[in-house]
């Protein structure tokens, strides 16, 4: 699936959020979007994933326009992992992962073996299969961000868009998270805040400032030192990871900070 973004702009009560946006992802590559607080990245993502109808611009899935599809017709082909998302208090990780099959049904379709056999796959994928009786309370987050993965995934769409989704997580439980969906060789449009995970994860990133791309293209093209400072107002140091080889990020505040020479 390619994702493609060409001039899009987006407002939230007749505020103008994020102006102009291109960009594009292609099949099973990973763009991560990153920025400072307030740069527009939900807000941009809520137009790939319909939540908000762009005020300018197209957004296009395999040279599809998003918006004059159906939502059934949407659906399948893109799913969801947003930042703040009900986690289903009362129902059992099996049924909260079968909702990500009704794009697949009409409205009065029971669930078919065939459903059945998806949302099985889909926990083990994800390594929550062993959970599928539990109620969703009785789940730590991390646990409790993968069976929504799960659910996503149960959609078998090829294009993933997430919202910060290590949001709340602990650093180990946000690693394995960023593993999992980097191995699932689906096109991803991801949403993040940690500069050194979009640098280790990501095919390609794009910055966003103030609404509108700052620059983009592989890690260590984009995020310099120079530019990392200018954006975000830190000092950092770029280079491989000590222990993966990955590109890596290393920030200091400018006040408590000090260049090394």
């Given at each position: 699936?390619?994702?493609?973004?060409?001039?899009?702009?987006?407002?939230?009560?007749?505020?103008?959020?994020?102006?102009?946006?291109?960009?594009?992802?292609?099949?099973?590559?990973?763009v991560?979007?990153?920025?400072?607080?307030?740069?527009?990245?939900?807000?941009?993502?809520?137009?790939?994933?319909?939540?908000?109808?762009?005020?300018?611009?197209?957004?296009?899935?395999?040279?599809?326009?998003?918006?004059?599809?159906?939502?059934?017709?949407?659906?399948?082909?893109?799913?969801?992992?947003?930042?703040?998302?009900?986690?289903?208090?009362?129902?059992?990780?099996?049924?909260?992962?079968?909702?990500?099959?009704?794009?697949?049904?009409?409205?009065?379709?029971?669930?078919?073996?065939?459903?059945?056999t998806?949302?099985?796959?889909?926990?083990?994928?994800?390594?929550?299969d062993?959970?599928?009786d539990?109620?969703?309370?009785?789940?730590?987050?991390?646990e409790?961000?993968r069976?929504?993965?799960?659910?996503?995934?149960?959609?078998?769409?090829?294009?993933?868009?997430?919202d910060?989704?290590?949001?709340?997580?602990?650093?180990?439980?946000?690693l394995?998270?960023?593993?999992?969906i980097?191995?699932?060789?689906?096109?991803?449009?991801?949403?993040?805040?940690?500069?050194?995970?979009?640098?280790?994860?990501?095919?390609?990133?794009?910055?966003?400032?103030?609404?509108?791309?700052?620059?983009?293209?592989?890690?260590?093209?984009?995020?310099?030192?120079?530019?990392?400072?200018?954006?975000?107002?830190?000092?950092?140091?770029?280079?491989?990871?000590?222990?993966?080889g990955?590109?890596?990020?290393?920030?200091?505040?400018?006040?408590?900070?000090?260049?090394?020479?």
């Amino acid at each position: 699936m390619r994702l493609d973004l060409a001039g899009v702009s987006a407002a939230i009560d007749a505020r103008p959020i994020v102006t102009d946006v291109t960009l594009s992802a292609g099949p099973g590559e990973f763009v991560a979007l990153v920025g400072p607080n307030g740069s527009g990245k939900s807000t941009l993502l809520r137009t790939v994933y319909r939540s908000l109808r762009p005020t300018g611009g197209v957004v296009r899935l395999d040279g599809d326009d998003l918006w004059r599809m159906r939502p059934r017709h949407a659906a399948r082909r893109r799913a969801v992992l947003p930042q703040h998302n009900p986690a289903g208090d009362g129902f059992s990780v099996a049924e909260v992962v079968a909702a990500g099959r009704h794009s697949h049904k009409r409205a009065l379709d029971r669930e078919s073996a065939a459903d059945r056999t998806v949302v099985a796959t889909a926990l083990e994928r994800v390594g929550m299969d062993w959970a599928a009786d539990r109620l969703m309370t009785t789940l730590s987050g991390g646990e409790r961000q993968r069976v929504l993965l799960a659910r996503a995934l149960a959609q078998e769409a090829p294009l993933l868009i997430l919202d910060e989704p290590g949001n709340h997580l602990d650093v180990g439980s946000q690693l394995l998270l960023l593993d999992l969906i980097r191995s699932l060789g689906l096109t991803l449009l991801a949403a993040l805040h940690d500069l050194d995970q979009a640098a280790a994860y990501a095919d390609r990133i794009v910055v966003l400032r103030e609404g509108r791309v700052a620059g983009q293209g592989p890690p260590l093209e984009v995020l310099t030192p120079a530019f990392i400072e200018e954006v975000f107002g830190v000092l950092a140091h770029v280079g491989p990871h000590p222990i993966t080889g990955r590109p890596h990020v290393a920030v200091a505040s400018k006040a408590g900070g000090k260049r090394l020479p």
